[in-house]
């Protein structure tokens, strides 16, 4: 049995629930983080000593680090969409996952929803979120140039490319802010829409955060 801890509304572990849930696993979820807590007990850290979230037990393989278990699931469940057996048509979509956590997600996720969403107004720091949303904006356009002639980064179907940066849109796009014309993003995003695995783990409301920086 596959065995999964982590806050559902957490970013990061929704990038693994969504890959599980388009390979149809069977799990065990536990919630943990936030106000689950947990993440200091000692099981917990004996399985992740950073004592964070996600993490998963796969009959006795502990994996941590969401892209690392993006890639594990993908190399133990996934079919050749997933996990190409050539390595270098499998490297596109590691670029693509380490461009979304070193560019994208720095941008968005810590500039955009923690500094402008999560913070309260009164102590929110202008000059440094139209800085992320300028950087985040360049991300869009690099996502839609790309796009050109694809339904998804990988290609004609979904694949681990899309999984990172994908999981951003649903709340990128449910924030009142102004992005740049994007309409291969905005189509990809549909067709992620589409997807249950992705209605189902993605798109969880996140209205109860605004303004919180902190459970």
Partial sequence: M?????RRSAFNVQKVMWLIGELGLPHEHTEA???AGGLDDPAFRAMNPHGKVPVIDHDGTIVWES????????????????????????????????????????????????G???????QRDWPSIREKQKLTSQCLMRLEESLDGR????????GLADIPAGTNLYRLFDMDLEWPAVPRVEAWY???KERPAYREHVMIPF???KGRTSF
């Fill in 151 to 158: 339904d998804f980064l990988g290609g004609s179907q979904l």
């Fill in 2 to 6: 596959l065995k999964v801890w982590g």
């Fill in 116 to 122: 402008y969403f999560r913070t309260p107004e009164a």
């Fill in 190 to 192: 549909e067709r992620l």
């Fill in 67 to 114: 892209h690392a278990i993006l890639r594990y699931l993908a190399a133990v469940f996934g079919d050749a969409a997933l996990w190409p057996d050539d390595p270098a048509v499998r490297s596109e979509a590691d670029r693509w996952m380490d461009w979304s956590q070193t560019s994208l997600q720095p941008a968005f996720l810590t500039g955009i929803f923690w």
């Fill in 33 to 35: 983080g936030g106000a």
């Fill in 207 to 209: 209205q109860d955060l």
